[in-house]
């Protein structure tokens, strides 16, 4: 039975991850090169890219090559594709992660043009076009009995829409159905899921657990298991759908949030320690 702790299972694979140079990119980046992956990072952030690739590099000793692209520019990810396959002729695993949030508190009917347009082109079309860059990468390995691996990173906010937050709501509901439809279209030989995170503390949160705290209180969010979440709860999630153990799993989408968007207990049901240092 394989160990997900400890066995090499991404030995002689390749994987790609976007947003790689922060938060659960980043994440996936040292837990991915640490079970045997190589690995092209890719980020709009050029120093804290090569800051994270060297980093991963130096520590478990595995082909880690920084590319700087634009999600949301298709001549970009086209570029960045390319040379992906020049650097790695083994691309497995796509994590297409990279996002951004966006102003709290404006509803639906009062968002800016401007702030729908930039959250659509990197949380939505950039997901689109890095799948669309790469699927026949994974299509062709002859990795069996799965030839390749896709997961976006949707949110529960895509699962359940957050008024305070429509337009990135919208794209990652957006995301979920891509996930879908990938995974319908790739069949048999790649599977595709998403991965919905719930409250981690990461660069879209300015790294602050201050000012994630207040978009939760203010949602009068509860987190049935009563804590924030960390980027190694979604770590380890993605290495479960990057390894063996979920070659049966397919179209779906995976909340790692604690239990707030599906379990459906009523807030005054749940003790929610996460109030208790709140005056
Ligand atoms: N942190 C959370 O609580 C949470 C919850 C749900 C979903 N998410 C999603 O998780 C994903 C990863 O975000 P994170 O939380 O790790 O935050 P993060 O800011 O730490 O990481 C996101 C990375 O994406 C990069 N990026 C942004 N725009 C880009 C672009 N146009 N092209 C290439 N790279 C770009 C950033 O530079 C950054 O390194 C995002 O899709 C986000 O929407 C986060």
Not at 102 to 125: F, P, Q, S
Not at 205 to 234: A, H, W
Request: proline share 4%; glycine share 8%; with cysteine.
């Amino acid at each position: 039975m394989l160990n997900l702790l400890i066995d090499k299972f991404l030995e002689g694979k390749g994987a790609v991850i976007t947003g790689g140079a922060s938060g659960f990119g980043r994440g996936v980046a040292h837990a991915f090169a640490e079970h045997g992956a190589d690995l092209v990072l890719v980020d709009i952030n050029k120093d804290l890219l090569e800051e994270t690739s060297s980093d991963v590099e130096k520590k478990y000793g595995r082909k880690v090559v920084p590319i700087v692209c634009d999600v949301s520019k298709s001549n970009q990810v086209e570029a960045m594709a390319k040379q992906a396959a020049k650097e790695l002729d083994n691309i497995f695993f796509l994590f297409n992660n990279a996002g951004i949030a966006t102003a709290y508190g404006r509803n639906i009917c009062r968002i800016k043009e401007d702030d729908w347009d930039k959250i659509m082109a990197v949380n939505l079309k950039g997901q689109w076009l890095v799948a669309k860059a790469f699927w026949r990468k994974l299509k062709a390995n002859k990795f069996e009995p799965i030839a390749g691996k896709i997961v976006c990173t949707a949110s529960i906010a895509g699962m359940v829409v957050d008024p305070k937050i429509p337009s990135y709501s919208i794209t990652k509901a957006g995301v979920i159905a891509l996930t879908q439809l990938l995974a319908k279209t790739l069949a048999p030989k790649v599977t595709a899921n998403a991965i919905a995170p719930g409250f981690h503390v990461t660069g879209i949160y300015l790294n602050s657990e201050r000012d994630m705290k207040i978009t939760y209180i203010d949602g009068n969010v509860k987190t049935p298991l009563s804590r924030f979440g960390t980027v190694q709860d979604v770590v380890n999630v993605v290495l479960f759908l990057a390894s063996p153990l979920s070659d049966f799993i397919t179209g779906h989408v995976l909340p790692v949030d604690g239990g707030i968007a599906e379990v459906g207990v009523p807030p005054h049901d749940i003790h929610d320690s996460i109030y208790d240092d709140v005056e």
